[in-house]
């Protein structure tokens, strides 16, 4: 099983700001099969980036992914109010498919 | 449109089962895995596993074997994942999500279903 290791736990930024966001594999992702969700409060969650770095239909430019291998990382560029959420990175290159324990943005 | 439209929130005493079913519209239902994903409150997600609607095969994330059935009926286009032998541990909310055969990520999930498993 791949486990997936997210870093900071929560991070506190303002908008405007830079996030940078990390996901840690204990082993490497095949095909950099990594994806990225958003999840807001009481909301379902949302794909932001799969294969590591491929933006999913209407998210806006400001969202980017990169890595390769063990080292993911998702990067806000300058955050608007509403990216205020918890994300979570997903292996989908093997069984089980798993998730990492999420990072909070918080103003 | 593609919609994952699940059942409403359930409340169980533990030992119980629960039925959770998920409806699909807007694209072809045998084209795509239906995984389940469960939050329990104020924590992560956590993969339960798949169901191939082709020919229903299946694959269990190993904490829930012995405990989880997944099924599907493709005449209503609709998936089912029952979790029996409930404890309070197993409230969350349980999420659909289809992926494509390739693999792929989750495009699009379900609303969501709440089982609250209380005495």
């Known amino acids: 099983e791949i486990v997936l290791t997210q870093s900071p736990g929560t991070v506190s930024l303002s908008p405007g700001e830079r996030a940078t966001l990390s996901c840690r594999a204990s082993?490497?992702?095949?095909?950099?099969?990594l994806a990225w969700y958003q999840q807001k409060p009481g909301q379902t969650p949302r794909l932001l980036i799969f294969?590591?770095?491929s933006r999913a239909t209407g998210i806006p430019d400001r969202f980017s992914g990169s890595g390769s291998g063990t080292d993911f990382t998702l990067t806000i560029s300058r955050l608007e109010p509403e990216d205020f959420a918890v994300y979570y990175c997903?292996?989908?290159?093997?069984?089980?498919?798993?998730f990492g324990q999420g990072t909070k943005l918080e103003i | 449109q593609v919609q994952l439209v699940q059942s409403g929130a359930e409340v169980k005493k533990p030992g119980a089962s629960v039925k959770v079913s998920c409806k699909v519209f807007?694209?072809?239902?045998?084209?795509?895995?239906m995984n389940w994903v469960r939050q329990a409150p104020g924590q992560g997600l956590e993969w339960m596993g798949w169901?191939?609607?082709?020919?229903?095969?299946?694959n269990y994330a190993q904490n829930f074997q012995g405990r989880v059935t997944m099924t599907r009926d493709t005449t209503i286009s609709t998936a089912y994942m029952e979790l029996s032998r409930l404890s309070s541990d197993d409230t969350a909310v349980y999420y659909c999500?289809?992926?494509?055969?390739?693999?792929?990520?989750?495009?699009?999930w379900g609303q969501g279903t709440l089982v609250t498993v209380s005495s």
């Open positions: 082993q490497s992702v095949m095909y950099n099969y």
């Open positions: 807007g694209y072809t239902f045998s084209g795509y895995y």
């Open positions: 294969a590591a770095s």
């Open positions: 997903q292996q989908y290159s093997s069984s089980p498919r798993t």
């Open positions: 169901i191939n609607p082709n020919n229903g095969a299946t």
């Open positions: 999500a289809r992926e494509g055969y390739g693999p792929t990520p989750y495009d699009s």
